[in-house]
């Protein structure tokens, strides 16, 4: 299977698409000023304690506290708490844990004010992003998670990856991990992991330990709530844990970020990273690749499949709930049971594209075309739970009920993601009122005047509407060779199907936008 990932720098951000044979199936949104990722380790301050809940809310800086659970604390909470306050102090000199005397386990069944209290520091990992009115979900089980191995302070345990099938190759990663690992840190070695030698797993476990002497750095001096570490970004996580022979490239269309990725993958995998490439074309590269038009048409509310028949995701405050409707497909010949199960199946695929798609988690409720036979319906459970194989969030399915209802908890660990696939009028922009547009041209000349001649830029880009591209362009003598003979300068002018009619943009040499 091929895989492409697209990656659309903005000066907001990075959205990242990851195509499976060209089909969207995954969609990330990285803003700049994210504070609070999945992944990110900070140093952190006890407000209170709540017996009612079993949990701490904690200061890590975010408006609201952050919501620890006391079965979130790991086992091993007092070495952590411990950890924390002595490097904090000054008592702690290495990030080496030989010498560290580890606390007793903390009982399963405990209760949160008998190991935290008020004002309390400790060291804790992000679980969650915060989610609507909610705060961030911590947990103190540290992990710091390589491409092979995922390396976890103050415990002893190794472990493998269940995904391994072969026993032979368990044992030999769990011999090797046991005679590699540092002492009192556990291992959890990843399916990524198969067939790769000692060495590979060895450089692995050092760039983990290295994150951990980062930590030990920056917790020295730190002032409770501060941020201790950041996880990568979600672009080099998603090449971290999904790279593979299939991957055939990787579009970049920011020359810094493009540098960024190479370097990175050729860190885990030298010689790849020449699927690199950083995009220099003049059209959006989200159009370029049709992603945009994939997003467009994915993120509605009714989803059109191939046959006719569609599906209808709706959203409450406490699941989501999709329809599956035949549309003009149960027209076709057969019996009801035969197109129902046809239908059904297509459905499938499509349902399990999109919870990865929006990132779908919580409860899911799947409202199948009814089907009387038993065997009809394992199949569509089959076809669900191979179709949600490359889902990297944890889920759990449930067998069809014979009402044709299926039910699907999805881990939800960032905000889902939404797009407003309904365009705002190009006339009018939602107001009724619009700018002239007989003056539109004059108001970009006068623009382009002023930027050319006295802020002196040599090269300019005009992003506008297409209908608008397509009437500076138009003649054997353009709009665009007028302004060239005028100013001695050419400019680069390029359509943008998200613009509105009215709507135009100015960049520099180094597509950075020229606010007017």
């Known amino acids: 299977m091929n895989k492409d990932l697209i990656l659309d720098v903005t000066s907001d951000g990075i959205e990242i698409a990851l195509l499976e044979e060209d089909q969207l199936v995954e969609l990330h949104q990285e803003k700049n000023d994210n504070q609070f990722g999945v992944g990110d380790i900070f140093v952190a301050k006890v407000k209170k304690t709540v ?233 959006p590269v989200f159009d370029y690749y049709k992603v945009t038009k994939q997003i467009k048409s994915a993120f509605g509310k009714t989803v059109n499949l191939a046959s006719g028949a569609y599906i209808v995701i709706e959203h409450t405050e406490a699941l989501h709930v999709i329809d599956v409707n035949s549309g003009h497909k149960m027209t076709t010949s057969g019996s009801q049971e035969t197109n129902a199960l046809t239908v059904n199946l297509e459905a499938v695929s499509e349902i399990a594209r999109q919870l990865r798609l929006r990132d779908l988690g919580g409860i899911i409720i799947i409202d199948f075309i009814d089907m009387k036979s ?30 044709g209802i299926m039910q699907i908890t999805r881990e939800r660990v960032r905000p889902e993601i939404q797009i407003a696939t309904a365009e705002v009028c190009p006339t009018c922009r939602g107001t009724g009122r619009i700018k002239a547009t007989i003056l539109l041209i004059d108001e970009i000349e006068n623009n382009l005047s002023y930027l050319l001649n006295e802020l002196d830029y040599q090269q300019l880009k005009l992003s506008v509407h297409p209908f608008v591209d397509a009437y500076i362009k138009k003649g054997i003598i353009s709009r665009q060779w007028k302004w060239f003979w005028t100013h001695k300068k050419w400019v680069s002018v390029t359509a943008n199907n998200n613009y509105s009619l009215t709507e135009y943009r100015f960049f520099n040499a180094q597509s950075e936008e020229i606010k007017l």
């Open 51 to 283: 017996a009612g809940l079993n949990a701490a809310f904690v200061d890590i800086g975010f408006g609201k506290d952050a919501f620890l659970h006391y079965s979130d604390l790991s086992p091993q909470m007092l070495s952590v708490k411990k950890y924390t306050e002595h490097t904090v102090n000054g008592k702690q000199n290495s990030p080496h844990l030989n010498h560290f005397e580890l606390e007793p386990d903390i009982v399963k069944t405990g209760k949160i004010s008998d190991v935290l209290n008020r004002r309390d520091i400790l060291l804790v990992q992000v679980l969650k992003e915060p989610i609507s009115t909610k705060g961030p979900r911590l947990s103190c089980e540290i992990s710091l998670a390589g491409r092979f191995v995922v390396l976890t302070p103050f415990n002893n345990v190794v472990s493998v990856s269940r995904k391994i099938k072969s026993a032979e190759e368990r044992t030999r990663l769990q011999r090797l991990a046991e005679s590699i690992k540092p002492k009192n840190f556990g291992l959890i070695v990843r399916t990524a992991a198969e067939n790769h030698k000692v060495a590979e797993l060895h450089e692995d476990i050092e760039a983990q330990f290295a994150k951990w002497q980062q930590i030990f750095n920056e917790l020295k001096n730190a002032t409770p709530p501060q941020k201790i570490m950041s996880e990568m970004g979600k672009a080099s996580g998603i090449l971290r844990d999904l790279l593979s022979p299939s991957f055939t490239r990787v579009v970049v269309n920011d020359k810094n970020v493009a540098q960024e990725v190479s370097s990175y993958i050729s860190e885990i995998e030298p010689g790849a990273e020449k699927i690199v490439s950083y995009y220099t074309g003049k059209v």
């Open 374 to 403: 038993v065997e009809n319906r394992k199949m569509v459970m089959r076809r669900m739970e191979e179709s949600m194989q490359p889902d990297r969030a944890k889920h759990t399915i449930l067998p069809l009920s014979q009402f």
